[in-house]
């Protein structure tokens, strides 16, 4: 099978193999299309996130694929919002548990907690930091689909997958006949 595609390979021209390439790079760049065009629609700078732990159970589990949205009004209790820690790369995903508006400079004080632990998040927070602000949420959970985004989790813990799935693409569409 694989010489086949080989000697497939060799009888493409010049011109056959850059259009080959080129499509490879459609590919590419209409789904980083599509990322950004979601990123402005849900005016999220991250539109959907993979769930990493099991921190949320029962209401999300390890794996599952969360479609997030940055409306304009307040954060409330009871919200799932995704939230960044500065100076940390991972996300989480908890629940808002407390608020706190203070009316002077129009900020607002949250406090969240995964619904699986039993405290909340401040040991999370950096070292002195009691509460998160409305800058740290990169989105509010909006939907989700179960089990999805465990190829992400896979691809995390084994980063050889990458490269072989990539590999894999890269090698389908230069051999394709189409």
């Not at 989480?92 to 900020?107: A, C, P, Y």
């Not at 959970?141 to 813990?157: A, C, E, Q, R, S």
């Not at 050889?160 to 693409?169: D, F, T």
Request: glycine fraction near 8%.
């Amino acid at each position: 099978m694989f010489e086949e595609e080989l000697k497939f390979m060799r009888k493409l021209s010049k011109r056959q193999f850059a259009q080959q390439v080129l499509n490879f790079l459609m590919i590419v760049s209409s789904a980083l299309i599509v990322w950004k065009a979601m990123a402005l629609y849900t005016n999220s700078e991250s539109p959907i996130v993979v769930v990493l732990s099991g921190s949320m159970e029962p209401a999300f589990y390890r794996g599952d694929l969360l479609f997030l949205g940055m409306p304009d009004e307040p954060v409330k209790i009871g919200d799932i919002c995704v939230f960044k820690i500065p100076g940390r790369d991972v996300p989480i995903v908890h629940r808002v548990i407390k608020v706190h508006d203070e009316k002077e400079t129009d900020k607002q004080f949250i406090l969240t907690k995964g619904d699986n632990n039993q405290v909340d998040d401040r040991g999370l927070y950096n070292p002195g930091q009691l509460w998160i602000h409305k800058e740290h949420i990169i989105g509010k959970v909006k939907g989700f689909l179960p089990y999805i985004g465990i190829i992400t989790i896979l691809m995390n813990d084994y980063p050889q997958m990458k490269y072989v799935l990539i590999g894999v693409l890269g090698l389908y569409v230069l051999f394709s006949r189409e």
